[in-house]
């Protein structure tokens, strides 16, 4: 990484309180062994499924919009294969890892001058499509039609079975996503299939992280402070740990404890949107050790990029109205991506420019009151 650049530098109110960590004990640990001995990728009898399990998804993603989950169903060689290969890659000099770049071009591959909300990340990152192709829009221009493919195409040489570790681990992966996205369907109310025709032509991607050593562990941050854009996340994190929470009930940050073999899951934007708000996207972010690397692997699950993101019609109504605006994803995610790239004038697209406004809310729910009455 080089010397400390003052671009890694947090501003005062954002810096880590290293000496003043507040250990998650509050967020929820949750037991999937009753889905993980179904081969399948559906839930094979909804009406089955221990009642308890469903609302304990409900009740996490609506008080914290993070969960854990061990007896997952992934199998550990997988993981620890992924694992040992991130490891592998990253333990190579600069000069190697940087002829797999990618670049505003080829948007896969590595990177290590990544910036959130302006300010650059201490880290260093892979990047994988889990299609490949993965179809997206060619560029954030909203009159524009084109699309492009996005395909794995710059793989290292070293490690030679980083690609092949990859390719297992993300299918594992994403079936556990997709029970995972069943369960919340479950626990709204919905059919437990409702999401899974956003999902046949997904843009999701995995990414390795790796968080070198830094030497002012009170002044930057591995990843600064975010919520993730696509619907849900699922994170395996080493036993180093730097993941923070903001709690929603008092907006402190809240250090998240490693579990072994444990997947960390969080509820993204979309689908803060499509329940209207019923479940919320919770900020967050990574703090760097002074001592010691850390890495981590999320798997980021995002719709295909034709998706109209809004509220779902079964649970908004009068007295609920719905509370954004559309917006198509494939457009919103280009626009995002911009920032990986450049440092931008202003703060990067986020639902809340989508959302309705308060005034315009209140006039729905007065005028659904009248008619009530």
């Not at 880590?16 to 839930?43: F, R, W």
């Not at 968080?211 to 036993?239: E, F, S, W």
């Not at 993941?243 to 940050?253: A, P, Q, S």
């Not at 967050?284 to 295909?304: L, Y």
Request: glycine share 6%.
């Amino acid at each position: 990484m080089g010397e400390v650049d003052p671009a890694f530098i947090q501003d005062l109110e954002h810096r880590p309180k290293v000496d003043q960590i507040i250990k998650a004990e509050g967020i929820p640990l949750i037991d999937l062994s009753v889905l993980s001995s179904s081969p399948n990728t559906n839930l094979e009898n909804p009406h089955a499924v221990d009642g308890d399990l469903v609302k304990e998804i409900g009740n996490a993603c609506k008080k914290w919009g993070f969960f854990q989950v061990i007896n997952h169903g992934v199998p550990l060689d997988k993981r620890q294969k992924i694992e040992n290969a991130s490891r592998k890659f990253f333990g190579q000099p600069l000069e190697e890892k940087r002829k797999v770049r990618r670049d505003e071009k080829r948007v896969l591959g590595y990177y290590d001058s990544e910036h959130t909300k302006n300010v650059r990340d201490w880290k260093e990152v892979f990047d994988f499509a889990v299609k490949s192709p993965t179809i997206v829009p060619a560029s954030y221009e909203p009159d524009d039609k084109e699309v492009t493919k996005l395909v794995n195409d710059q793989w290292p040489e070293y490690p030679p079975e980083l690609r092949e570790a990859l390719e297992e681990y993300s299918k594992e992966v994403e079936k556990l996503a997709f029970k995972l996205l069943e369960l919340i369907a479950l626990s709204l109310g919905l059919p437990e299939n409702r999401f899974h025709g956003f999902f046949e032509d997904q843009t999701s991607f995995i990414r390795l992280n790796h968080y070198p050593p830094c030497p002012v562990p009170n002044l930057a941050l591995g990843v600064g402070r975010h919520k993730d854009a696509g619907a849900m996340t699922i994170l395996a994190q080493d036993d180093v740990g730097g993941l923070e929470v903001k709690r929603k009930t008092d907006g402190e940050w809240i250090w998240v404890k490693p579990t072994p073999d444990a997947y960390i899951i969080n509820v993204g934007d979309i689908i803060q949107v499509w329940s209207n708000d019923a479940y919320e996207s919770v900020e967050h972010r990574v703090m760097v050790n002074s001592e010691r690397d850390r890495f981590s692997i999320p798997f980021f699950f995002n719709p295909a990029h034709y998706t109209d993101v809004k509220p779902l019609e079964e649970l908004t109504n009068e007295q609920n109205p719905v509370k954004y605006r559309p917006y198509n994803w494939g457009k919103f995610f280009v626009t995002r991506k911009r920032s990986n790239f450049k440092k931008l004038d202003v703060e990067n697209l986020q639902i809340y420019h989508f959302k309705v406004p308060e005034s315009e809310l209140a006039n729905k729910l007065e005028g659904a009151l009248s008619i009530d009455k």
